[in-house]
């Protein structure tokens, strides 16, 4: 289950820092080039920058913009 969730609130900033670059690249007519190299990289960890913030200090309910209410729990590895 951790995987998937972690995956999924991977892929979900992903898509929507897509979505937005892809549209700001038709709005502010922007090279493709730009696009994919510098606002994709730049929308997508602002999206999930503000709501893993927002999930944190506001309301778990902000995790739902990232595909799943809860972030992934990892189990606590001990060194010997």
Same mark, same amino acid.
């Given at each position: 289950?951790?995987?998937?969730?972690?995956?999924?609130?991977?892929? #979900?900033p992903?898509?929507?820092? &897509?979505?937005?670059?892809?549209?700001?690249?038709?709005?502010?007519?922007?090279?493709?080039?730009? #696009?994919?190299?510098? $606002?994709?990289?730049?929308?997508?960890?602002?999206?999930?920058?503000?709501?893993?913030?927002?999930?944190?200090? $506001?309301?778990?309910?902000?995790? &739902? $913009?990232?595909?799943?209410?809860?972030?992934?729990?990892?189990p606590?590895?001990?060194?010997?």
């Amino acid at each position: 289950m951790n995987l998937f969730v972690s995956l999924l609130r991977t892929g #979900v900033p992903v898509v929507v820092g &897509w979505l937005v670059a892809a549209a700001a690249r038709y709005g502010l007519d922007l090279e493709a080039g730009a #696009v994919a190299g510098v $606002l994709t990289p730049i929308v997508i960890f602002v999206y999930y920058g503000v709501f893993r913030l927002a999930e944190d200090r $506001l309301s778990p309910r902000f995790g &739902w $913009l990232l595909g799943y209410a809860k972030p992934p729990r990892y189990p606590e590895v001990t060194r010997a």
